[in-house]
């Protein structure tokens, strides 16, 4: 690998998002487009990025992949000559809604498509209460996508309290994992952090979370707080809660040394346990 290649800029729009779908799309493909002139060659969007996030919502916004909204990324992405995932909108295929990422390439072509494993569906008395499964299927495949820098696991939100799907990405040499996702005003001052420090310690990769900006007139409130952290557990770079974009410099030279330092993968007592796959 050419030194270039060693280390990448990684973007992450932290989105306003309003009920207004053409609204929300013109203005992330504009964010995309800044991101690309700093010099971001992956770029993410936040969970639900065309739609309010709801129950309600999510059969209202729904679109076929490709679509109206993911058309759009694929131009951009094409115009700006960047690996772009599209964050999370709500699709509709066979009469079913699906919570769902598109991972568009730099010549615009749809590399991959995550439907959100683990749907979010808690009850915390007198905080809050949320069901994706009123309206929403649950995806049942691994998504991974290839980059000139590193290969990307995909999951969304409520999948980054599953270690065992992380643990998968990592021994499928996924060396980056990203999570659009949209934590709320009681698990995100919780977990937020907590959880993508854990996942990157633990499989000793780069994680990354991009959120929705925070509307406090929302039905659904997002913590906001999208966030990189290195293998090491630090946090490279975090938001507010206000429209942003986040920038982090991916040193993948970084990555090998920690687990060269502290080799975990060789460590593993494969005869004594195993997280496995019960398909593909």
């Known amino acids: 690998m050419a030194l270039s290649e060693i280390t990448f800029r990684l973007a992450l729009i932290q989105l306003r998002v309003s009920s207004i779908k053409s609204d929300n799309v013109t203005r992330a493909c504009s964010l995309v487009r800044e991101a690309a ?106 998504s991974t996508f290839e980059t000139p820098y590193c290969r990307v696991g995909l999951g969304i939100c409520y999948d980054m309290r599953f270690a065992e799907l992380a643990q998968i990405y990592a021994q499928r040499d996924c060396q980056l994992l990203v999570y659009p996702g949209a934590f709320n005003l009681t698990t995100g001052p919780a977990h937020w952090e907590l959880l993508q420090r854990g996942r990157a310690v633990d499989n000793q990769v780069y994680v990354a979370t991009a959120s929705p900006a925070r509307d406090d007139k929302a039905s659904y409130v997002a913590w906001g707080h999208s966030t990189v952290v290195n293998p090491w557990g630090e946090v490279l770079a975090k938001a507010g809660t206000e429209e942003t974009v986040v920038y982090s410099d991916i040193d993948l030279k970084k990555l090998a040394e920690i687990r060269q330092q502290i080799p975990i993968f060789r460590q593993k007592r494969s005869d004594l346990y195993a997280v496995e796959t019960k398909k593909s």
């Open 37 to 142: 002139a700093q010099g971001a060659k992956i770029v993410s969007l936040p969970e639900c990025f065309n739609s309010p996030y709801g129950t309600t919502y999510f059969p209202e916004y729904a679109e076929k992949i490709p679509g109206e909204s993911t058309q759009k990324l694929s131009e951009v992405a094409k115009e700006c000559s960047i690996y772009l995932i599209g964050g999370s909108i709500p699709e509709e295929d066979g009469g079913k809604f699906y919570n769902t990422c598109a991972v568009f390439g730099p010549d615009g072509t749809l590399l991959v498509k995550y439907r959100k494993i683990h749907l979010f569906d808690i009850d915390v008395p007198g905080k809050i209460t949320f069901q994706e499964s009123k309206t929403l299927s649950p995806g049942d495949s691994f």
